[in-house]
């Protein structure tokens, strides 16, 4: 049995990983650390610890779920890993590519593993990776990731002037944003190293303001795209951001084309679907919510009374096999994660040549 | 009517009613014709479209891909900040594709379909000429007017 140590709770993507751990029988939930207070302790009938180094000092602490905010992930996850504890990683890994650094390097010091959530364990990652390896496509010679999420209140940042982006970017996560090339483009990265296993060789990327004030007065983009090239004559693109709660039937656009010598393959996360139209009232957004005005986490939005939206009936959006159950097959099967520690820092690279790309206007090299 | 000019008007038309207001970023895919050929004018025709329903010049653009490869990626930017995304194809399956992907700040425009012909409309030539420069590059390069 797995004992998981939660680091950081409520109003983190920790309400997402604490139930997957929790319903999985090779793994117990032991406590809560690093959270405001203990309501979210208390809600899973655990204790709320009070200091970290006690915590994983803990014989029966054996894997650290680590959600803090991205600013002090780095810093906690090297803490955890020379603990002794797997650490089960909130994406991105890092504010820096010197913290990734650090984190790979304290795994593989310590000897312990890894693992970066991301989307790749979902329906339609398996069936672009099948189709690839299939060899159906010919040649790749190219991909297409867009994923931007519907979510905030949009149409309340100034337009004008245009974002100037500034290198390297000092904060990533405010209670009313985050930067969402960093946050969103992260899973397009992982996703692009998971399928061609080719380092990247040039970044060219845009960074901009065109939804929400909260980002404008932040600082920080709602909206990024990124050229690059990879090993081997490979090209690929991303588009990330957060784009308004209204803009979509759904999450928001999520799909994929990859295009071979020989065919093209698209894949639409919200395909195939059923779509449903009658005389209910309209789905319309949650008023805006203080706490959350993004729409970050599961908690706020219950509070705010974020409602499905109905037209839409997609019953494949369920991964297979969830993060938490793949990472402790990995423990069990004592063998590294397809989305370990290392394979997530060269997405954080990535990301940091895309910061620097948008601020100077100059293609980066890596 | 050029496919590409049928769909610029159609687009132009519903941006008018301000309905996804003012719209910010593009994302487009042409798979359209097997004609290499056809790559560089169409993209360049995407991109003046483009300009016109951002009403705003292009400034810079990043081509990557190559003709031979039959497969071109453009990376643009605009002068009052607006981005797009445009990528075509040669015709590697039996269905032709135009997936259109507008962004604006209020709302997004869609557009996809399968158009059993193809004809493109007229590409301006300095800006073909740019993507040119950059796919022999490798670089981003200004868009001169």
Redo the contacts between chains.
């Keep these: 049995m797995y004992g998981v140590l939660l680091i950081a709770g409520g109003r983190t993507h920790q309400e997402n990983y604490a139930p997957l751990f929790a319903a999985d029988p090779r793994s117990k939930l032991i406590g809560v650390v690093e959270d405001r207070d203990d309501r979210f302790a208390r809600s899973l009938g655990l204790p709320f610890l009070p200091d970290l180094d006690a915590a994983l000092a803990r014989p029966d602490v054996h894997i650290a779920s680590i959600a803090v905010g991205l600013e002090r992930r780095g810093r906690i996850a090297v803490q955890a890993a020379r603990a002794g504890k797997h650490i089960f990683m909130d994406k991105p890994l890092a504010a820096s590519a010197e913290d990734a650094r650090a984190i790979v390097a304290s795994c593989r010091e310590s000897r312990v593993r890894s693992h970066m959530d991301t989307m790749v364990r979902s329906h339609w990652a398996a069936r672009a990776r099948q189709v690839v390896a299939s060899g159906r496509l010919g040649e790749l010679?190219?991909i297409?990731c867009?994923l931007?999420f519907a979510k905030g209140q949009?149409?309340t940042?100034p337009?004008?002037?245009?974002?100037r982006e500034h290198f390297p970017p000092r904060r990533f996560t405010f209670v009313d944003s985050k930067r969402e090339l960093m946050t969103t483009g992260v899973y397009s990265l992982a996703l692009l190293a998971w399928l061609t296993n080719r380092p990247v060789r040039?970044v060219?990327a845009?960074t901009?303001n065109?939804?929400f004030a909260e980002h404008h007065r932040n600082d920080v983009e709602d909206?990024g795209?990124i050229?690059l090239?990879l090993e081997g004559?490979l090209?690929a693109?991303l588009?990330a951001g957060r784009?308004?709660w209204?803009?979509?039937p759904a999450g928001g656009?999520n799909r994929l084309?990859l295009?071979?010598?020989?065919?093209?393959l698209?894949i639409d996360a919200y395909q195939p679907r059923l779509e449903l139209y009658n005389d209910d009232p309209p789905w319309t957004p949650p008023p805006v919510n203080p706490a959350d005005p993004m729409g970050f986490w599961k908690s706020t939005q219950a509070e705010s009374g974020v409602k499905p939206k109905p037209t839409w009936l997609v019953d494949s959006l369920a991964s297979p096999i969830t993060e938490a159950a793949y990472f402790l097959d990995c423990l069990d099967q004592n063998r590294e994660s397809d989305m370990s520690a290392a394979r997530a820092a060269e997405g954080i690279e990535i990301l940091m040549a895309a910061y620097r790309s948008a601020a100077t206007?100059?293609?980066v090299r890596l | 009517m050029a496919y590409l000019t049928w769909l610029g008007g159609s687009v132009q038309e519903a941006l008018t009613q301000k309905r996804i207001g003012t719209p910010v970023a593009l994302r487009a895919f042409f798979l359209l014709s097997p004609d290499h050929g056809l790559l560089l004018p169409t993209l360049a025709e995407a991109l003046t479209t483009a300009a016109g329903w951002f009403q705003s010049p292009l400034t810079r653009v990043y081509a990557l891909g190559g003709v031979r490869g039959g497969e071109i990626t453009a990376l643009a930017e605009f002068s009052a900040g607006q981005t797009a995304l445009l990528t075509a194809a040669t015709l590697r399956d039996p269905t032709p594709l135009a997936d259109l992907l507008v962004i604006g700040n209020h709302g997004t425009l869609r557009h996809q379909d399968h158009p059993e012909s193809f004809q493109p409309g007229r590409a301006d030539p300095q800006l073909a000429r740019a993507l040119e420069r950059s796919l022999a590059a490798g670089v981003p390069v200004d868009v001169e007017r």
Excluded: K, Q
């Design positions: 010679r190219s297409h867009d931007l949009a149409g940042a337009l004008a002037p245009p974002r040039t060219w845009t901009s065109y939804f909206f795209m050229a090239t004559g090209t693109t588009t784009i308004g209204s803009s979509d656009p084309l295009i071979g010598s020989r065919a093209t698209r206007g100059e293609l």
